[in-house]
């Protein structure tokens, strides 16, 4: 399998020796690929929108250890099916690439498995497409076993119907075996291997996802939330500065793949578990949501959501347009949603911010890098902890039955024990009813979460 897994990543992500898309280097090296960015607009698309989503595929370019050396718009009322642009406009790509010495062609829209082998064949160098370009980026910052398989679901989902064109790129570098009758056979048992392989990872990231079902489950000591939002709003950050503890941050996209779980005590009574978990971007590949769903399953399980936002971005409208769609893909519309406006500290007009709580409130600003808005945003969970109810533990004599007839009614009991002559239980109560409990005296003292 090993063996087989290696040969598929080569042919997944590369057309010729390398084993990535991308020079390890990266970041403009000395061996960093150049690449050439090509958006096609429609009628619908206004100019701002692709201008945004053009800077946002060199940044991701530039994640991925790309040099952007052109860039090439071509504004068409429908696409062409065969190459996506118009003769003239690939013409003048091909003399633009040739010129520039550029190794590689990234198209901001969707091609189809036809639109690349025709371009390629056309071009005849590499030609990727935002969804690749993106699963690229997630290949190399996969840590955790769990992101890794997902990644490779994803990649081996997005290769399955274009291996007739990677096939063709080896068998023609691999020293002309190409024969049709060979190569055909050779491509049945690699979409035979893939499909089979897409299946075993199925199954193995199911039962990952049950197991942290379990493990959810036992730890389910307090209420949960989760940080949402676009990828590089700060998400990381703000579980760092409300946790005190190390998560990875970085200035990329895609800095954090799978998700990190931290209890978070806000007083005495009110403390909950919070995730920070992967971002989003717009145009997601198809079927990436599907495969990352051991890692998202912390969002659909949880009590509410902060949405982060970088509020200091022009593009903060769309980001968050963005994220609210990809959470309708998740089935968590419905959810409590705070929204976190966050790098406040870039912010020079606060009506931006405003406005932005005006359309898509409730929520407040904050910095996560300074600690600007943070005992506010603290106190905004407090309160919505507490009308979700406080977990505490009692410890009441067996023999007092209406007294744990009470627990069972007014609350849900999370956890049950009994000790001798004692019953002890983790409850979630709604506070009037804690209170009254601890007034008896029945609370223990708090146990691990
Ligand atoms: N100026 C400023 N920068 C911030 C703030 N919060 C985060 N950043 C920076 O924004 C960048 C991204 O931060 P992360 O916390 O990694 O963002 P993320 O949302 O976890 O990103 P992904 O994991 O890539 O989706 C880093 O360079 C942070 O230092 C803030 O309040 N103000
Ligand atoms: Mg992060």
Redesign the pocket.
């Known amino acids: 399998m090993t063996k087989y897994r290696h040969r598929n990543r080569t042919q997944n992500r590369s057309y010729d020796e390398t084993k990535s898309l991308f020079s390890p280097t990266g970041e403009g090296g000395a061996n960093a690929e150049t690449a050439i960015l090509v958006a096609v607009g429609l009628p619908d698309d206004t100019h701002a929108s692709i201008t945004r989503s053009m800077a946002e595929l060199a940044e991701l370019a530039r994640t991925a250890g790309a040099e952007v050396a052109g860039r090439v718009v071509q504004r068409r009322t429908r696409i062409v099916g065969s190459t996506y642009i118009g003769k003239g406009k690939l013409e003048e790509l091909g003399e633009t690439a040739a010129e520039l010495g550029a190794k590689l062609v990234i198209f901001d829209n969707d091609l189809s498995p036809g639109q690349g082998k025709n371009l390629e064949k056309f071009l005849r160098i590499k030609v990727i497409d935002r969804s690749e370009l993106i699963l690229d980026i997630f290949a190399t910052h996969a840590r955790t076993e769990t992101a890794k398989l997902q990644v490779e679901l994803a990649q081996l989902e997005y290769a399955l119907p274009r291996l007739t064109r990677l096939w063709d790129h080896l068998s023609r570098l691999g020293g002309g075996i190409g024969t049709r009758g060979p190569g055909e056979t050779q491509l049945e048992v690699d979409r035979r291997k893939v499909r089979e392989r897409i299946t075993r990872l199925r199954k193995h990231l199911a039962r990952i996802e049950k197991s942290r079902a379990v493990q959810r489950k036992a730890r389910r000591a307090g209420v949960t939330a989760s940080l949402v ?1 676009y ?8 579980l760092n500065r409300l946790a005190g503890s190390g998560v990875y ?8 793949l799978d998700t990190t779980s931290r209890v978070i005590d806000l007083d005495k009574d009110y403390r909950f578990v919070l995730s ?1 978990t ?2 989003f971007i717009r145009k997601l590949p198809h079927g990436l949501v599907e495969s990352f769903k051991a890692t998202l399953s912390e969002v659909r399980e949880s009590d509410f959501l902060l949405h ?1 936002v970088d509020a ?1 971005s022009d593009d903060a409208e769309q980001q968050i347009e963005t994220v609210k769609g990809v959470l309708g893909e998740l089935g968590v519309r419905e959810k409590p949603i705070m929204l976190v406006l ?5 912010i020079d007009d606060p009506l931006a911010l405003s406005e932005l709580l005006n359309r898509h409130g409730p929520g407040l600003a904050v ?4 600690g600007a808005g943070i005992d506010e945003l603290r106190e905004a969970i407090r309160r919505e902890v507490a009308s979700r109810g406080v977990v505490i533990d009692l410890d009441i004599p067996a023999a007092d039955s209406a007294a744990v007839a009470r627990v069972h009614r007014e609350g849900e009991v999370l956890e049950k024990e009994f000790v001798g002559d004692r019953v002890l239980l983790r409850a979630r109560l709604p506070l009037p009813g804690a209170a009254r409990f601890r007034a008896l005296g029945f609370t223990a003292p708090h146990g691990d979460t």
């Open positions: 939002g990828t590089n709003a700060g998400k990381s950050t703000l941050v970085a200035d990329e996209l895609f800095a954090t920070d992967v971002g982060v200091s966050n790098k406040e500290d870039r910095s996560a890098r300074n």
